[in-house]
């Protein structure tokens, strides 16, 4: 089985940097992903990390480490508009692409 | 079409009765998902169809629960004898089925059992 561990809330500042973390347990896992969730809106999908690394893509970058079965996704330069729960989610086998998502962290970005 | 479709967007339904989700993938996608979210939750796996696989049903919570994939486009979830705990936005995702790439949802199905 595999569940996946995040903080409920998070709240910084805008023009700050935020870390959103994610730990998981699991057999078989294949790679982490990031999804963005605005109230009452569906969920985008943010980022994977298939490799152990950063990846980078814009103000937003996302980090998997296999050995310490953690990652995070990190929002730099943050806008009000960022204000979302945001998901992570694990593959649980490599032949389908079925995810599991933690619970959710809400990130209140203030002025 | 250009994004996963699903409808009705609201449903209410009195206990007891039976409903139907529909959820109308992009075109090509070979994966769909449903995915069930309560207020303030994450996002509960229900049911997954791969190509022509036979669908994994692991995450169907009961048997008033059964969905199927027509063509392998088009999906209906349908939910028999409803319950207030049914309560929830069902969502559908698609995918290309390609190991990386990310989920597109659709906007859910809010449902409301009374």
């Known amino acids: 089985g595999q569940s996946l561990e995040q903080p409920s809330e998070v709240t910084a500042v805008e023009g700050a940097i935020v870390q959103i973390n994610c730990t998981y347990q699991?057999?078989?896992?294949?790679?982490l992903s990031w999804y963005q969730q605005h109230d009452g809106g569906a969920p985008t999908f943010l980022s994977y990390?298939?490799?152990?690394g950063l990846e980078e893509t814009g103000r937003f970058s996302s980090f998997l480490s296999r050995s310490d079965s953690y990652g995070y996704l990190l929002l730099q330069e943050l806008q009000m508009k960022d204000s979302a729960s945001y998901f992570c989610?694990?593959?649980?086998?490599?032949?389908?692409?079925?995810?599991?998502f933690g619970g959710g962290t809400r990130l209140m970005v203030k002025p | 079409g250009a994004g996963v479709s699903q409808s009705p967007s609201n449903k209410v339904t009195e206990k007891g009765k039976d409903v139907e989700l529909r959820c109308d993938p992009i075109?090509?996608?070979?994966?769909l998902y449903w995915y069930r979210q309560s207020l303030g939750q994450g996002l509960e796996f229900l049911i997954y169809?791969?190509?022509?696989?036979?669908?994994?049903k692991s995450g169907l919570p009961s048997d008033r629960f059964s969905a199927e994939r027509t063509g392998g486009s088009v999906s209906t979830l349908t939910i028999q004898r409803t319950q207030q705990e049914d309560s929830a936005v069902y969502l559908c995702?698609?995918?290309?089925?390609?190991?990386?790439?990310?989920?597109?949802f659709g906007s859910g199905t809010r449902l409301t059992v009374v």
């Open positions: 169809f791969q190509g022509n696989s036979a669908p994994d």
């Open positions: 699991t057999s078989g896992f294949y790679g």
């Open positions: 989610a694990g593959r649980t086998n490599n032949a389908g692409n079925m995810l599991t």
């Open positions: 995702a698609s995918s290309p089925g390609t190991a990386g790439y990310g989920y597109t």
């Open positions: 990390n298939a490799l152990d």
């Open positions: 075109s090509g996608h070979t994966a």
